[in-house]
């Protein structure tokens, strides 16, 4: 099987022995195929905060195991864990999070430029990728002088420039019109089919989420349903994650 | 209830307001400190008793300098309260607190936190005055009277000045917050950055910079030719030219780095040069000041520090350290104590016009003396042996002021003549010893026992060289007792000043660091990136403010013999300490920027 994300009961528990303790994630337990596109759904407080920073190295579980490309991330340290993200993971995240002093192409740049890549092989990829996301025009404005969706989609570049393992979106269209979040979403969509990008996406937009292949609901800190769009059509799927959702 | 929430708001963010409120403590200490030294007349009377109307000029100036960047330091310090309380405020409002409310209540915070740090600075201000009085006084030597840490004056204007500023902070915290939208106050960080651009006007303000930057470093260094013109001259085109370096410049280095793209995709290269472009464009006033009184600051160190020179220069002209007429014998224990090297004795006979010594003699004996003499604008002292050839020189060199005083014109005559001389013939000794500077004290001992002994009267004393380096020792102590205050008392204001500038905008710089985190920047490196930019932040104007003082010291070859002489000595003490407010701004700063959700 060609896994990139194995994620083996999973917990983590807030708060010290003794002390009032909060259980966020009770043995979350999922898998993601190379090339698939996968929302997880949930209301707030279910969790799904928790589990993307676990699975984004950002924070580390009080048990369970992460593989991503069969490394176990769970025991990496400090710096094993920064330089982990720098090169395997992507980030989408809902308020765009470019650097407002930087212009597009060094916001874009800047993954490449921490590991050290060589000046003249950055600028190329940052070309193509911008080629590629049609944002070619508005690499040297800055991020103040463009659109909300034209910044999401200098975020995205950022997020791809160096082909990570994994795209993570942390509700990616939260703070877009309807319009700039229907191209985000067809561009994700879009980059998962042509280039198997493997995406991973936390939403509860039903919307959004109807643009992934199968959709995992998280309640309580523990994944329950699985919803697979298998050959609907997106409109279709959308009215079965309302469904699914209206059922709870 | 509000005033509950208030009292949690502050030990939420304890931290952060023990180094706002040791900031304000330390400005209202140094205020104290200035105040009790420039309005002390006894002291100054006392100390600098040769330039009195002088030094109050200059400590008048100073005042008025401490009193301006007291104020702007309020200022920074201010915006740094507003900047963590702002949110605060917010949240209050939301609940749905009266604005009237929330006005007062940020105006009576604002003003019981000035008032309680200026209690304090005051308190800590006479412990200090005494300490760094005393330390001064005995590790250099000075010879200072009169000077105490209490003073009562200067504890009653340091109130009155501190009430008056932080009362009007107190009113324009007020006055803002209740004006600024609700909005704007809870998401002030997320407010657009405006770019500049204007490519010919860079390069013209940089140029006219440099120009006028050159123009006041010329007109320090002619001040033999501008004479008192040159000060204003200088102070208005070095103003003028270290904003105008500031605000164009810098900022074109940084767009010429950043075009560099090998440079700029290197790490966090092209973050640090864009974190420093947006800063340099918000901090080009402070720099300015700062750059200024970081030169301020230094050339008084440096000047205060080489008025000790004087003495030094003083020691060198002359060559016997000790004169006493008559039978030693009296003082036979002391000098042994004294560790002499050398003792010659003449003889010289006086009436009401002349004193007579035979040129023969001193010839004969071998008498040594310091010969003056004027090279490159300076004053050069050599020892000479007095013999035939070199004896028509000794007008010029120090061995009259071997002889009496008051008594009429020195001749020097040949044996023949002095044995004609109708006078008693009386002698005196002359001694030289092993180390001046450590025996002056028991000299001047001496000088008294030979003064208190009822032979006929020599002059003075027994010393000459005892009583004028006491003179130049008086002096040089005064100014340099003063340069330090003043340079002390600058420094910890513009170090403190530039250091609330930084951390006011830590709270807006997070969002910043906690994304380039979670892109997979290591913490190691972030921490590299925040000490290479505030390294800049601290650097640019320190050395702006050297160079200033290398061309300012040139104003002072009108009143001192090397302005230049042991320069390292200021710089270092300088720098030094300047390094210890980086390193705090620095860790305080990553404290802010770097911490957790």
Redesign the interface.
Not at chain 1, 82 to 87: L, N, S, V
Not at chain 1, 99 to 102: H, K, T, V
Not at chain 1, 109 to 114: F, H, K, N, R, T
């Given at each position: 099987m060609n896994e990139i994300l194995n994620v083996e009961q999973l917990t983590k528990t807030y708060g010290k022995k003794g002390e009032k303790q909060y259980q966020a994630l009770k043995g979350v337990s999922f898998k993601l195929q190379k090339g698939e596109f996968v929302g997880i759904m949930g209301a707030s407080g279910s969790g799904k905060t928790t589990l993307l920073n676990i699975l984004?190295t950002?924070d580390k579980p009080t048990s369970g195991k992460v593989f991503i490309n069969s490394q176990d991330i769970t025991s990496l340290n400090?710096?094993q864990m920064?330089?982990?993200?720098?090169?395997e993971?992507g980030?989408i995240?809902q308020d765009f999070?470019l650097?407002?002093?930087?212009s597009n192409r060094?916001n874009i740049?800047?993954?490449?430029?921490?590991q050290?890549?060589k000046?003249?092989l950055?600028?190329d990829k940052v070309e193509e990728i911008a080629n590629k996301l049609g944002i070619t025009q508005i690499l040297d404005k800055?991020p103040?002088?463009i659109s909300g969706g034209q910044k999401q989609r200098v975020a995205s570049a950022?997020a791809l420039v160096h082909n990570p393992a994994i795209l993570y979106g942390d509700e990616p269209t939260g703070a877009l019109d309807s319009k700039s979040a229907t191209e985000l979403l067809t561009t994700m969509s879009k980059l998962n089919k042509e280039d198997q990008v493997s995406i991973l996406m936390v939403t509860h937009d039903p919307y959004s989420a109807s643009y992934a292949d199968r959709i995992l609901f998280i309640k309580d800190g523990k994944i329950g349903n699985e919803l697979r769009k298998e050959n609907q059509s997106r409109e279709d799927f959308y009215q079965a994650i309302i469904a699914e959702l209206g059922r709870r | 209830m509000l005033w509950k929430l208030s009292l949690t708001g502050i030990k939420s963010r304890f931290k952060d307001y023990a180094v706002l409120f040791s900031g304000l403590t330390l400005a209202a200490a140094i205020f104290y400190m200035f105040l009790t030294l420039a309005l002390n007349p006894s002291f100054l009377k006392d100390s600098v008793s040769l330039g009195y109307e002088t030094t109050q000029f200059v400590f008048s100036f100073g005042l008025v300098l401490l009193a301006i960047i007291t104020l702007v330091y309020i200022i920074y310090a201010n915006s740094f309260l507003l900047s963590m309380r702002k949110r605060d405020y917010g949240t209050y409002m939301m609940l749905g607190a009266k604005n009237r409310k929330i006005s007062r209540l940020i105006f009576v915070e604002t003003l019981v936190i000035g008032i309680l740090a200026t209690l304090l600075g005051i308190v800590i201000g006479i412990g200090l005055t005494q300490v760094i009085s005393n330390l001064l006084i005995s590790q250099l030597g000075l010879v200072i009277h009169h000077f105490v840490g209490f003073y009562f004056p200067a504890v009653l204007w340091t109130i009155i000045f501190f009430a008056i500023l932080f009362f009007l902070a107190a009113s324009w915290n007020s006055l803002k917050l209740t004006k600024s939208s609700l909005i704007s106050l809870l998401h002030e960080d997320q407010q657009p950055v405006h770019i500049m651009r204007h490519k010919g006007l860079l390069l013209f303000k940089a140029i006219a910079g440099l120009v006028l930057l050159a123009v006041g470093y010329w007109a320090m260094s002619t001040v033999q030719m501008l004479n008192l013109t040159s000060i204003p001259l200088a102070l208005v085109t070095i103003v003028a030219g270290s904003y105008l370096i500031f605000a164009s410049f810098f900022t074109a280095t940084i767009d010429l780095l950043r075009k560099n793209s090998n440079y700029t995709f290197k790490g966090l290269h092209a973050f640090s040069l864009g974190q420093l472009k947006f800063r340099i464009n918000a901090y080009n006033r402070i720099l300015t000041i700062v750059s200024l009184l970081f030169a301020l600051a230094l050339g008084a160190i440096t000047v205060g520090l080489n008025f000790n020179n004087l003495t030094a220069q003083n020691l060198e002209s002359q060559y016997y350290d000790i004169v006493i007429p008559g039978d030693t014998k009296p003082y036979k224990a002391e000098l042994k104590q004294l560790g002499v090297t050398d003792s010659k004795s003449f003889s010289f006979k006086n009436n009401n016009a002349h004193v007579y010594v035979s040129k023969d003699e001193i010839i004969r004996k071998g008498f040594k003396a310091k010969l003056f003499s004027v090279k490159n604008g300076q004053a050069h002292y050599t020892e000479i042996t007095l013999n035939q050839k070199n004896f028509a020189k000794i007008y010029s060199t120090d061995f009259d002021t071997n002889l009496p005083r008051g008594y009429g014109e020195v001749t020097y005559v040949s044996d023949a003549k002095f044995k004609q001389v109708k006078a008693p013939t009386r002698t005196a000794t002359v001694y030289k010893v092993a180390d001046f500077l450590k025996n002056w004290k028991a000299i001047s001992k001496l000088e008294k026992k030979t003064l208190n002994a009822k032979t006929e009267r020599y002059w003075n004393g027994a010393s000459p060289k005892v009583f004028n380096h006491q003179a130049a020792m008086t002096l040089a102590s005064g100014f340099e007792f003063m340069g330090f205050f003043l340079g002390l008392a600058f420094l910890a204001m513009l170090a403190s000043t530039l250091m609330f500038k930084v951390l006011s905008g830590a709270s807006g710089d997070r969002p910043r660091y906690q994304m380039l985190w979670k892109i997979g920047t290591r913490t190691k490196l972030l921490k590299q990136s925040i000490a290479k930019e505030i390294g800049i932040l601290f650097a640019l104007p320190a050395a702006l403010g050297i160079i200033d003082v290398l061309f300012g010291l040139q104003f002072f070859k009108l009143l001192l013999p090397d302005p230049y002489d042991k320069i390292w000595i200021p710089f270092t003490i300088f720098i030094v300490l300047y390094l210890l407010y980086y390193l705090l701004t620095v860790k305080l700063y990553e404290g802010i920027v770097l911490k957790k959700d």
């Open positions: 984004s950002m400090k710096n920064a330089d982990f993200r720098g090169k993971i980030f995240f999070n650097l407002e002093n930087l060094e740049a800047l993954p490449l430029a921490l050290n890549v000046a003249r950055i600028n800055y103040a002088e950022r | -």
